[in-house]
């Protein structure tokens, strides 16, 4: 899979999250609206990933990838822009509460070759927080699926 347009790229795409460093997974943010996000993300293969095992990438570290796009596509559909249009204010911190329906068909994402393909799309929107269905893929070939429900910090 080729990246046909960067939306948003790394340097803004980490100012959405709540992470840093070596943390922030994704590399960028292909396309999103109100409802879905797409994004990139190559440090799978990196050997410095925090979320290594035994010199190995599992397919449940994929979990936190679908997270961070979920924390990016919250953030840009909630955030206050100035009117140079770049973000005011600090994303508010969420905490995956229930995960349902995960389901992998892959062991490991490190030995995969080239991009991933991370998507959420918000099913419901609550007081103090959302639901999301995400999956994650590899040149067109499903890795990862499943439900979650985030949970936003209270002010």
Not at 1 to 14: A, F, K, N, Y
Not at 108 to 121: C, F, N, P, Y
Request: aromatic share 6%; net charge negative.
């Amino acid at each position: 899979m080729q990246v046909d347009q960067i939306v948003i790229g790394t340097q803004e795409l980490s100012a959405l999250l709540p992470h840093s460093g070596s943390m922030c997974l994704l590399d960028s943010i292909h396309s999103w609206d109100d409802k879905l996000i797409s994004c990139w993300a190559t440090s799978h293969r990196s050997v410095d990933n925090p979320l290594r095992e035994d010199n190995q990438l599992p397919v449940h570290a994929g979990i936190e990838y679908a997270a961070q796009a979920m924390a990016a596509h919250g953030a840009l559909c909630d955030s206050k822009k100035n009117n140079q249009g770049r973000i005011t204010e600090e994303p508010k911190l969420g905490y995956l509460v229930v995960l349902t329906g995960v389901e992998w068909f892959c062991s490991r994402l490190d030995d995969l070759l080239g991009e991933l393909l991370v998507k959420a799309e918000r099913l419901m929107v609550v007081d103090g927080g959302f639901s999301y269905q995400f999956n994650v893929y590899h040149q067109d070939q499903l890795l990862l699926q499943g439900r979650a429900v985030v949970a936003l910090q209270n002010e």
